[in-house]
């Protein structure tokens, strides 16, 4: 672990004042824009380490401090999300907008102590071994050789510098093209056996119905399909995992109590039957997360979920329930930002829905525009688009004072969907109601009627 405010040279000390600078900078950025939870993380390490108790930062602390969570109820596991999402937006930060910046903060993997690393040149020019320190006059003809070394030596400066960028950015930039990862497990589950291969892709095929979610058919079809390839292959996760989503949503969606809740039991034993078979997979955790979600435990839900996310922070579908966990939640910005359309992500050929989570979170955030342009990307891209998709729409251009466009949502929807009732879907989605008055206000003001 680096001390605190040093260099990899512990005789080069980065001033404190420019650390301060720095993050100032850095909790200005855009990069950081609707990340209060993140730009605390990282305010308060810095502080503790310019304040000398660098070497005291760790999960307990942090947990303790900044979220006000005992250290035994489980908030390790928060802080190490955050952690890694911190260190992404700093990387992110870094080759953007803090490119130049004279001085850099870390936080390197196995800890939570920020490193300071000075990028500036020293002003004062370094004397050569053997220079003299007056230059002393060269004769005329020697001056042509000292333009091509100086030529060449600048050359070379130039490779160095941009190696040293390529290699960083390599470092930090996920590759955009997962296809030979997924080439690569595909070809380790046909070496297990192809009974396995063949329940891995029917789950997989499967968990592209698991949107839209207020589709019912959707989700027993989909359930269908996950039963099936756990008969195929009884030992996989991946059918228990999905069918613990699939029947969750159908447990919310249930018009009687007690189906729902036999529907949850059974949601219940399929995710913990996914978790002990694959406990280091995100997608067996957020079956847990999304269990706990559909039984109104809310907190449990968002801390599953994002241990869901720190196990495996590129898989499209996991990230998708992320993002509808913490948008019905309430944590509006995280969700916009789980699901923003630039963010490195594997779908494995499904078409995702984030696109339609990201304009729900904008909507909250008071982003009618933004919301509106992410609803018709999901359209525009073949994402799952279905009776809620139209809703927030018409809710959307209700917000912007569009009310003609607004109707003719509304109108679609009624038409297409005579059954859905949009007040009956929100209140079971929403952990706060008057997350969900927000939608509802807009609907009524466009003309919905909300049956008694």
Do not use: C
């Amino acid at each position: 672990m680096h001390d605190a405010a040093e260099n990899d040279d512990p005789n080069e000390a980065v001033p404190e004042m420019s650390i301060r600078v720095e993050l100032d900078r850095i909790l200005r950025s855009a990069a950081f824009a609707n990340a209060d939870r993140l730009k605390a993380f990282l305010s308060y390490v810095v502080e503790e380490s310019l304040a000398g108790r660098g070497h005291r930062v760790a999960g307990k602390t942090i947990a303790h401090d900044i979220y006000g969570r005992a250290p035994d109820d489980g908030s390790a596991s928060i802080v190490r999300v955050d952690a890694g999402r911190l260190r992404r937006k700093l990387s992110e930060y870094y080759e953007g907008e803090g490119a130049g910046d004279p001085v850099r903060i870390h936080i390197d993997s196995g800890g939570y102590a920020p490193r300071f690393e000075a990028m500036e040149p020293s002003a004062a020019t370094p004397i050569l071994e053997g220079q003299p320190h007056e230059a002393s006059p060269q004769p005329r003809g020697d001056l042509p050789w000292l333009l091509i070394g100086a030529v060449v030596l600048a050359l070379v400066v130039l490779v160095g510098v941009l190696l040293v960028r390529w290699q960083r950015t390599s470092e930090v930039t996920p590759p955009s093209d997962h296809s030979f990862q997924n080439q690569t497990e595909r070809s380790a589950l046909a070496e297990r056996s192809t009974a396995t291969l063949q329940a891995s892709n029917l789950a997989e095929q499967a968990s592209g119905l698991l949107f839209p979610i207020a589709d019912v058919n959707h989700q027993k079809l989909a359930t269908s399909m996950y039963r099936e390839a756990i008969r195929i292959e009884p030992d996989l996760s991946d059918g228990y995992a999905g069918a613990g989503h699939s029947l969750g949503t159908l447990a919310l969606l249930a018009p009687d109590a007690g189906v729902g809740a036999d529907l949850l039991r059974e949601a219940g034993a399929m995710a913990d039957r996914a978790v002990n078979l694959a406990p280091r997979s995100g997608w067996s955790q957020s079956a847990a997360a999304w269990v706990a979600f559909a039984n109104g435990d809310y907190e449990r839900a968002v801390d599953l979920s994002r241990l869901a996310v720190s196990l495996d922070d590129m898989d499209g579908k996991t990230l998708d329930f992320h993002g509808v966990i913490l948008g019905t939640t309430g944590h509006f910005a995280e969700s916009a930002d789980v699901s923003a359309p630039a963010r490195p992500r594997n779908d494995r050929g499904r078409h995702p829905a984030h696109l339609n989570i990201h304009g729900v979170a904008n909507f909250h955030l008071g982003n009618y525009e933004t919301a509106l342009a992410s609803f018709n990307a999901a359209i525009e891209e073949g994402g799952p688009v279905g009776q809620l998709t139209l809703m927030y729409k018409a809710a959307a251009h209700q917000a912007l004072g569009d009310t003609a466009a607004a109707k003719a949502l509304l109108t679609e929807l009624q038409a297409t969907w005579p059954a859905f009732r949009p007040d009956v879907a929100l209140k079971r989605f929403y952990q706060h109601p008057e997350h969900a008055e927000q939608v509802l206000a807009m609907l009524v003001a466009a003309g919905w009627s909300v049956e008694p």
